[in-house]
């Protein structure tokens, strides 16, 4: 079928943006409702919500390829088994969702509910209705996510609210999701507020309301977070809101191409999901970090839970997880901070890696491959930092160090040794001590955890054995390091 192509001209005058915007139909949309798009991996794969079937509302899933979008997918019975399911968000990794369902089989609160769901060997299973802390016995529906799974924005018409539906907040604890916040009178009118979409800086909010003095119906509008306040909305005016109604506007990270959902005409009928180029409301850069966890002997794609901890602060800020089938990971990341990413896997050696991101370096992509070892052989590199010439642990080592009692205590019949290694400065006598010194003092520091001292052999190897051959600030600060291998 022919492609329709809508061009407009878009003048913001509060935002400086005068150029042409392209608005171009989704070659996946159907005769019925097609909405509610949620992109993960990048663009390479969307969730989306449609009639196609018949007049009740599934999930489906496309993925592009080189020849353009697949042909879409309905997700199995499990999570496809309400009334009506739709309205999904996901991860950045497509390995946990949330959705929304009536009637279904796993015990609702209300008339539609919030529920959970996560990909096992290929298949989204686990679906679980996210309880009466989130929900009510009213309409919840509607999710978001942020990028680090963290965050959770929905709409529902519970009393208490300004009117209509609104939108709320929760947040995720140790002991599952936080009782939800109204987002107030800034956000929320005496009308419907619906379709919130946040963007992958995490400040970014998008929705969509019926308030008056828009184009039409329901219209699209876009906030930002600042010091724990959204600023007030302003209407996307047009091309993006129509005479019709235009919901779920999603910014595409570090991209200048941005989804939404409309019931204007040129479409392939009812509600589509329509492309905006170049997008008039990006969102603020980000890092996107992707790779692909293997067996380091075998090879074989591994799936393992992904651990993202701010090292300047020292706070785990997110769980994400490899595809078991592939071993696949993505990650979103936040500039202007120090992190580290750990893969773990019961039956292997956890590994580590460190990234910086400073502020102005945002807007790219990294590949970081993860080669996990099995126990038997395991051997893995410490993120435990130390000053120049020194042997004190800096507190940058803590999440290390906590990770490193968490894998001994979970695997109680095995020893490790501790190797130090320092980089080329300095005489061999002075650099053998000082890699031990640096090796000892890990083994304190789990000893003072209470790790038996039996269990743990320390050894210097001083600069004999450099990772990296090299005189450069940077082969030097990989090769002062501290490695920990399995040795019975």
């Given amino acids: 079928m022919k492609k329709i192509i809508l061009i407009f001209i878009l003048l913001l005058s509060y935002s400086g943006f005068s150029q ?38 599934y999930i489906y899933m496309t993925q592009r390829t080189a020849s353009g979008w697949s042909n ?35 015990q609702g609160q209300g008339r539609t509910d919030l529920y959970s769901a996560k990909r096992i060997d290929g298949d989204w299973t686990a679906v679980r209705n996210l309880g009466p802390m989130i929900n ?66 995490n400040k970014s909010l998008s929705f969509s309301s019926n308030r008056p003095g828009g184009f039409g119906g329901f219209d699209i509008y876009f906030t930002k977070l600042a010091n724990n306040a959204f600023s007030n909305p302003r209407n996307a005016g047009e091309p993006i809101n129509s005479s019709a109604d235009e919901y779920y506007y999603y910014s595409l990270p570090n991209s200048k191409y941005a989804y939404f959902s409309s019931h204007r005409s040129g479409g392939a009928g009812a509600l589509d999901i329509y492309i905006a180029f170049p997008n008039p409301f990006e969102s603020e850069s980000v890092v996107l970090v992707s790779g692909t966890v293997t067996d380091a002997l075998s090879k074989f794609p591994l799936g393992a839970d992904i651990t993202v901890t701010d090292l300047g602060s020292r706070t785990k800020i997110a769980e994400m997880r490899s595809d078991d089938k592939s071993g696949l990971y993505y990650l979103v990341l936040q500039p202007g901070k120090v992190y580290s990413i750990t ?28 080669p996990l070892y099995p126990l038997a052989q395991g051997n893995t590199r410490l993120l435990v930092f ?17 990770r490193i009692i968490e894998f001994l205590r979970d695997n109680p019949n095995i020893r490790i040794q ?5 980089d080329d400065v300095g005489t061999d006598d002075y650099n053998d001590k000082l890699s031990l ?26 600069k004999r054995r450099p990772l990296k051959n090299d005189t450069s600030e940077e082969a030097r600060s990989l090769n002062r390091r501290v490695e920990m291998k399995i040795i019975e």
């Fill in 20 to 57: 042409k915007i392209e608005i171009t139909p989704l070659e996946i949309n159907s005769s019925r409702d097609d909405f509610n798009s949620a992109i993960t991996q990048n663009g390479r794969v969307i969730y989306f919500t449609s009639e196609r079937k018949g007049r009740q509302q």
């Fill in 136 to 201: 009510s016995d009213y309409w919840d529906s509607q999710p978001c996510l942020t990028s680090d799974g963290n965050t959770l924005y929905f709409v529902s018409n519970r009393p208490g609210g300004f009117g209509g539906t609104d939108i709320y907040v929760s947040r995720r604890t140790r002991d599952g999701w936080s009782r939800p916040e109204n987002l107030g009178p800034i956000i929320n009118s005496s009308f419907d507020e619906m379709s919130p979409v946040i963007g992958s800086d």
């Fill in 418 to 422: 501790l190797d130090g290694h320092t």
């Fill in 72 to 106: 879409p997918e309905m997700l199995n019975s499990e999570i496809n088994s309400g009334d009506e399911v739709g309205a999904v968000t996901l991860t950045p990794d497509a390995q946990f969702m949330i959705f929304s369902a009536m009637n279904h089989p796993k």
């Fill in 386 to 402: 130390f000053d120049f010439d020194k042997a004190i642990l800096k507190d940058e080592s803590i999440p290390e160090l906590e």
């Fill in 343 to 370: 893969a773990s896997k019961k039956g292997y050696v956890f590994y580590s890696d460190k990234i910086q991101i400073p502020t102005n370096e945002a807007g790219h992509e990294e590949t970081k491959d993860i």
């Fill in 437 to 462: 010194n640096r090796a000892n003092a890990v083994r304190d520091y789990l000893v003072s955890a209470g790790i038996e001292s039996s269990r743990i052999k320390t050894a210097g190897y001083g």
